[in-house]
């Protein structure tokens, strides 16, 4: 099975969840996935899922000057964006075990 097709598919509930513990910035979100055990995530993947949650109204942003380079983008999320992660968790919660309960009627 290709886990990049699977990615796809969850990566905007894997990117709230990472905000909804603390805002973070782009390249701060991939290296979070990446440590959850998401190491196939790709950055253009992760900062085009971001622009597009943000257009989508599910998310803050704000600047902050960086004594390390360029400035970085911060990204929250507010009220919109916790109700998709709580609507979308429940969905993956339910979709997961579901699959779980398929696979243990398999084996």
Do not use: I
């Amino acid at each position: 099975m290709d886990g990049s097709q699977l990615l796809k598919g969850v990566l905007d509930l894997a990117v709230l969840a990472v905000l909804k513990e603390r805002d973070g910035y782009g390249y701060d979100v991939v290296r979070r996935l990446r440590e959850a055990g998401l190491e196939e995530v790709g950055d253009a993947s992760v900062y085009g899922t971001l622009r597009r949650l943000y257009k989508a109204g599910a998310l803050t942003s704000y600047v902050v000057a960086s004594d390390e380079g360029p400035h970085r983008k911060y990204y929250g999320l507010n009220d919109v964006g916790r109700s998709m992660y709580a609507s979308s968790a429940t969905t993956w919660a339910a979709f997961s075990a579901t699959m779980a309960s398929l696979l243990k009627e398999t084996e």
